[in-house]
C-alpha cells in the first residue's frame, strides 16, 4: 500500500478513535442513548488504524500482546 494512504488512513482512524472518546463523554454526562453510533464509529476507525499500520508494526504488537498475556 502507498505510504501516503497509510499515513492517510492512521489518520483518520486516530481521528475516529479521538471522535469515540468525545462521545463517550457525552454520553457519560449526559446520558444520550448513542451506543449503536458509537460501536460502529469505533470499529470502522479500528479498521482504518489497522489498514494504517505496516505488517512490521503488527507483528510487532501481536507479538508483545502475546507475551504479555502468557
Not at 30 to 55: H, P
Request: aromatic share 6%; glycine share 8%; with cysteine.
Amino acid at each position: 500500500m502507498n505510504k501516503e494512504i497509510q499515513g492517510f488512513c492512521l489518520c483518520i482512524g486516530m481521528m475516529g478513535l479521538a471522535y469515540v472518546a468525545l462521545l463517550i463523554l457525552l454520553v457519560l454526562f449526559t446520558g444520550a442513548k448513542i451506543v449503536k453510533t458509537i460501536m460502529i464509529i469505533a470499529s470502522i476507525s479500528a479498521m482504518l488504524l489497522s489498514l494504517g499500520l505496516s505488517s512490521q508494526v503488527k507483528s510487532r504488537i501481536k507479538k508483545k500482546l502475546f507475551n504479555q498475556t502468557c
